[in-house]
């Protein structure tokens, strides 16, 4: 075996080498074009034709800045005829994660069918650490009349150039209409989407399509630590349907002490009466000794104190007459078997992922 011609999975099974990509007979389109509807970017207007997710001034810090880039949440959305979808794609950093795959961290995956009926085709592939790439996402040379198609952005890297490859003459239209007013999501790396195997299942874009909403994501990895200047960003955006901070992991006990009640103050400023969810941190490996029928809460008293803080602020603004607030204990989302939903025992998998939107969904109040 030592003198084998296999050097790589790919010399003997075929269904995982890259295929190349044939664009002969396909236009491109910029996202920014009609009728495409580029969604999840709520400061998009001001900032042109740059992806990101808040604003360029004021900048909060040299790492929210960096981490503002990402396009975690972003979307696209059009009905067309095309047999055919491709993207090209500038990435904006090279990136390689030792616990999220890079279908979920860079590349785009791509969804058809339309509200409701919404069906995961693939995610974009391409070579390692590559920032240039053509990706086919949709190739069905039997479809026949329109299809409704959603693309979602990378969870953990910026977007610098993107075009959209459709058949040459084929017919494009402006995709369906959202339900209803968008959510706003802040907090940190398990809001940004890690660790999910592609994009469209961190919670928030699986709560985008189950709701039909548009849902604009302000997870910072590393970074939801409930700044001022955060909460005046986020009241910016108008007629939110709900706002949603799950930022206590990040923040810990002193840190949601500290930043909590003025977070809230400031949004509830501009935005008075807007459902407003405060969520708890979801359950790690870190909380409990395996093997043992230990109290989660004792074995990580920081994270229980933050637990009660948020709690009790909540009901205190409830009783003060704020009858528009409410609290979720995120660390019942994800089910008894919460182990089985971590990928290196703090950030979700796809099956954590997908529990946290199948629940908020049910729990969630909003206009």
Not at 61 to 80: C, H, I, P, R
Request: hydrophobic residues 35%; charged residues 20%; negative net charge.
């Amino acid at each position: 075996m030592n003198n084998s011609s296999v050097k790589d999975i790919r010399d003997i099974d075929r269904y995982m080498a890259l295929k190349p990509v044939n664009d002969a007979g396909m236009e491109f389109f910029s996202p920014f074009s009609e009728p495409f509807r580029l969604s999840g970017s709520a400061f998009q207007k001001q900032l042109q034709s740059r992806l990101r997710r808040i604003p360029i001034e004021p900048v909060i810090n040299e790492k929210v800045d960096w981490l503002a880039d990402y396009t975690a949440g972003m979307q696209l959305q059009f009905k067309s005829s095309s047999r055919k979808v491709v993207v090209k794609a500038k990435l904006k950093f090279s990136n390689l994660m030792h616990h999220m795959p890079q279908t979920g961290h860079s590349s785009f995956d791509f969804y058809v069918g339309g509200p409701g009926k919404w069906r995961a085709v693939r995610s974009a592939q391409f070579k390692d650490h590559a920032t240039e790439f053509t990706a086919e996402l949709y190739n069905r040379p039997e479809h026949t009349g329109m299809r409704e198609y959603l693309i979602n952005f990378p969870l953990y890297n910026g977007v610098e150039e993107l075009w959209i490859g459709l058949d040459e003459n084929c017919q494009i239209l402006p995709p369906t209409d959202f339900s209803g007013k968008p959510l706003l999501v802040y907090g940190t790396s398990i809001t940004q989407g890690g660790c999910a195997s592609r994009p469209g299942m961190a919670w928030s874009n699986i709560l985008s399509r189950k709701l039909n909403r548009e849902v604009f994501n302000f997870g910072f990895s590393g970074n939801g630590k409930g700044e001022a200047q955060m909460a005046e960003f986020l009241a910016q955006i108008p007629d939110p349907g709900a706002i949603i901070l799950d930022y206590e992991p990040n923040a810990h006990y002193d840190g949601i002490r500290a930043t909590l009640s003025d977070f809230i103050r400031i949004l509830r400023n501009i935005h008075p009466t807007v459902p407003l969810t405060v969520m708890s941190g979801t359950t790690h490996s870190d909380m409990t000794v395996f093997g043992t029928d230990d109290d989660v809460d004792s074995n990580y008293p920081d994270s229980a104190a933050a637990r009660k803080f948020q709690q009790q602020t909540v009901e205190s603004l409830q009783q003060a007459g704020d009858c528009n607030i409410y609290f979720i204990d995120g660390s019942k989302l994800m089910g008894s078997d919460w182990d089985e939903c971590l990928i290196d025992g703090c950030h979700l998998n796809d099956l954590g992922f997908y529990r946290i939107a199948e629940n908020l969904s049910k729990q969630l109040v909003f206009n």
